[in-house]
């Protein structure tokens, strides 16, 4: 997963907010592809058919809020940006799916941060998805066990039948 290239979608309707985020993302990674969509609707598409590593997106967008991409999203890590004094609406965002929160600050400094959150939501990510592959790998080798060990006990149940007969015929020969 380190050494493939990662896609980001930026999702909002602000050219500026999104070539403030690309320009800090490939200052810190210059292998990182930054797309952008502007609208849920190209956002829905571009994660249709694009193989993406993570979406960030603005909470209002001019189609509908970010939360609606969840069900589009699967698995894939979504950080919802808010703009200072939207705090009351952080709960729902988390609660809906969104991986993280980040508060646009007046200053811009929330690219170098939010570049941190999106490389560790990534991270994250790939985590759950490997220890839900040991997880089913897990499962799979207990039911073979579990079946191999009642079998292996029904045959012994068989096996102490059989002796209790021997033994019972012995004793009435």
Known sequence: ???LVKTILIVTASPDVFTTIRQAFIAKDPDL???HADTLSSATNIIENTSV?????D??????IIVDLVSVLKQLPLIVLFDEGDEEKFLPVLLAGAFSIMVRDRNNVYPESLHFFVKRSIERTAHQAELARYRAQLETIIDERTTVLVEMYEKLQEN????RN???CAGDC
């Open 166 to 168: 021997i033994f019972q």
């Open 59 to 64: 909470y209002s967008l001019p189609d509908g």
């Open 53 to 57: 590593s993570a979406v960030i997106g």
């Open 33 to 35: 592809i930054v797309i």
């Open 1 to 3: 997963m380190h050494n």
């Open 160 to 163: 102490e039948a059989n002796f």
